[in-house]
């Protein structure tokens, strides 16, 4: 009696109940990790058709059960999935992107050394200064990398530019650029620095081409300015140019 | 004829209505009293110890000892059905009197004219009266602290009778206790512990409760005898001592007068009764909670709740302030810094960051209490599952999808967040499981830490040490250890949740690694399926509380390992637990995408917040109080952790 208030939701919530029995007899309905869940079991549940994501974040469910399913199938990943606002698209892949590259930045931290790398190169012809101080900054690359990935993690989680992911600003939306331009010279500082981490974490990932074919998708960079050579891909020719040209 | 009866019988429901609201008005008239007397208890004991001359009953005074006396009391007590009614009634009851202490704020000046102003109502004794007062059921708390000033005077035999007025008296006590902790200091706040314990043990047996009331009924009306109470308290304060017997005379007139502006006409007996029942009733329930709730008294920062508690409303509500956005993807896990409004998060997108709450960021990049993170820890290669901070608040361990745990040196709190990167801040890391760890807890005293992992296996680590590891517990026949967490009360003992086809907790002893208890039903197959997804200790009693995918939360005997309660407490799986330092309040976390506050000593639900949105079926994976400060935390799947305050 005392637990009045305790006991109502289950009669109130008839629906609910139906749904956990449901569960209870086929559990892979439910998509969760539940804890104990082993690393090979993880996220590992039948795929939500986009269609039925009703959630606020079903543009990043949809992104990473394609990129869990297949990382090496870019096409797919970069390929919206209806006339879905452009805008979110985007900042979800990049969201991605740089949750993906603190990857790269965690092997990094093994082998990217101050004293070694003491500013953020690619190639020779620049030194790239680190935005996230108030004056712009020669950090080493691996204060670089961090401040970067740390920078636009607080950028693209800021509730002034990006308070919803459901819908985004056009004048935000334009913010993606600069935050692509800045975290691309992690893949570059790896591929020309540190190539062994490089290629492991690319024959795993697919970041850096993912990240490739999808800036040049939504033109967010430059072809120039896309140092790191991409495997040939007979479909998208810019690419293989750029590649080509730097190699 | 029927015409006129017509109206007599609406005037006789009137009048009854009319008599039943004043009956009301004249107990809650009374709980002030009860209230001003507490006070000027406290401050009388205030001043004294201020003083410095402590009077020798204070002696007594023992700081308060969790483990003693109370932990007996409340295994049985949780068993007690508490009905809604009194439950309803007594809260009601509660939130008045709050409302009546916000009415007389507190200040000096007031409580002295109103007592005044009620002395000279009342008269001046009271042979009768003070003798109830004199019956060992008031609990030890009044007993002591009356005793210091009234010794000396209290010569009349003691009655054994003991009146519905003590139980009422507990009753309000409890509550002013509640709301008066911040006027004297802490650590004398609580008095001898076994006394109290024994003094609620009478009325805790129903039988005697019944025969009290019985007594009571026979006895006829005494409406005034909490008043009389209270005015016989003011007396001593006062120190008129003298003239006993003059009083009593007087104060039987001015008794009648009271009784009669409180509406008791002494005649009726009927009338009163249900006013007495009720309160029995009240009183059953707050003996109930009131031992949880008392133990409050001694604990100091439990102190910083209740300041703001008892000046807001009837009881604290919580409110999102700070928003803490910089994940990528869902927070895992969060804990707080023991002493520091800081705290640390952890994220499936592999990082884990550090927040100062005192640092809000009024950049351009945010808008109003929105922090940034000080300090993003990275060393995982995958999804970060689980954290727990040193007691020292100097380190903290994250445990992850990649079967890793890492072992943090906190940065300075007041770093420059684009400061240079320090390796040293990863401290080192315990090899050991070879799958997802998830679940991690920190022993208070020993420094241990505890992990578990989805390879079947708990592994006790002195993260210290030089030799990091120390042992292995359970075995596969288990199933898979989901949390884990020490056994707060015994500190050498951990409590494991393990989920098979029978989901159970077994306790562990971590020096000889051999099981303890089991806590599971009889019925074995009531287990079935009930997965547990986060298990907690209670920090003072042997109550292991376990949150479960059939969103219900249970509450298990950890000496008899036996199920305790059961309580649905969500719309669906509730995935997270934690307990306040003093194990007052449980907060639960679902992915309903709720938290709720409950009161651990009658487990109700205090307050609902809807804190996040889904990932997929998933909505909250953490909830946190903070050690020693207001803070209360949640993390969720949606990449996002909020504090409330």
Known sequence: ?247 | MQVIRLPQARIAVLVGERKGQESLKGDLIRRIKMLEYALKQERAKFHRLKFGCDPPSMNDIKPPTDETGISNEVAPDLEVPFSSVSNITWRQGRQLLRQYLQEIGYTDTIIDVRSNRVRSLLGLNNNSEQDENNSPSINGNENNKRASESQGRRTPAKKSQTGVAELMILDSEAAVLANFEFLGPPDVEMSDEDDLAEGLDIPLDADDCAVKTSKRKTKGIKSDDVDAEAEEVLNELNLLTEAEDTNTSSNKIEDSDWTKSLGYPNSNDTTRRPLISGNDEDVDSSLGLGELAQLTVGNEAETTYDVSNSKEAYRRTWNAKYTLRSHFDGVRALAFHPQEPVLITASEDHTLKLWNLQKTVLTKKSAGLDVEPLYTFRAHTGPVLCLTMSTNGEHCYSGGLDGAIHCWNLPNWNIDPYDSYDPAVLRSTLDGHTDAVWGLSVNHTGGHLVSCSADGYVKLWSPQSKVQYLNTFGSESEGIPASVDFVREVNEQIVVAYNDKVSRCVIYDIETTKSLVRLETNEISFMIGRFINKVVSHPTLPITITAHEDRHIRFWDNRTGNLMHSMVAHLEPVTSLAIDAHGLYLLSGSHDCSIRLWNLDNRTCEQEITAHRKKFDESIFDVAFHPSRPYIASAGADAVAKVFV
């Open chain 1, 1 to 247: 009696m005392g637990l009045e208030q305790i006991e109502k939701p289950p009669t109130v919530s008839t629906p609910e109940n139906m749904k956990m029995a449901a569960d209870g007899s086929q559990v892979s309905l439910t998509r969760r990790n539940k804890p104990g869940t082993k690393a090979k079991d993880y996220c590992r549940w039948p795929d939500e058709p986009f269609e039925e994501m009703d959630s606020t974040l079903a543009v990043q469910q949809y992104i990473q059960q394609l990129i869990k399913n297949d990382p090496s199938n870019i096409d797919l990943i970069l390929t919206n999935p209806e006339t879905h606002d452009e805008g979110v698209w985007k900042y979800e892949h990049l969201r991605q992107f740089c949750m993906e590259l603190n990857g790269l930045a965690v092997r990094l931290q093994s082998q990217c050394f101050p004293a070694t790398c003491t500013q953020m190169t690619a190639t020779e012809q620049w030194i790239f200064l680190c935005a996230a101080h108030k004056t712009p900054k020669e950090c080493p690359a691996i204060d670089y990398t961090r401040h970067t990935l740390d920078g636009a993690a607080c950028l693209l989680n800021s509730y002034k530019y990006f308070p919803s992911r459901v819908v985004i600003k056009e004048s935000s939306v334009a913010k993606l650029g600069s935050v692509c331009r800045r975290v691309y010279r992690i893949f570059s500082h790896a591929y020309f620095h540190h190539r062994a981490i490089f290629d492991e974490f690319e024959t795993k990932t697919f970041l850096c081409l993912r990240f490739t074919r999808f800036v040049l998708k939504y033109a967010l960079m430059s072809t120039e300015n896309l140092i790191v050579p991409i495997p040939k891909s007979g479909d998208d020719s810019i690419i293989a140019t750029s590649g080509e040209s730097e190699a």
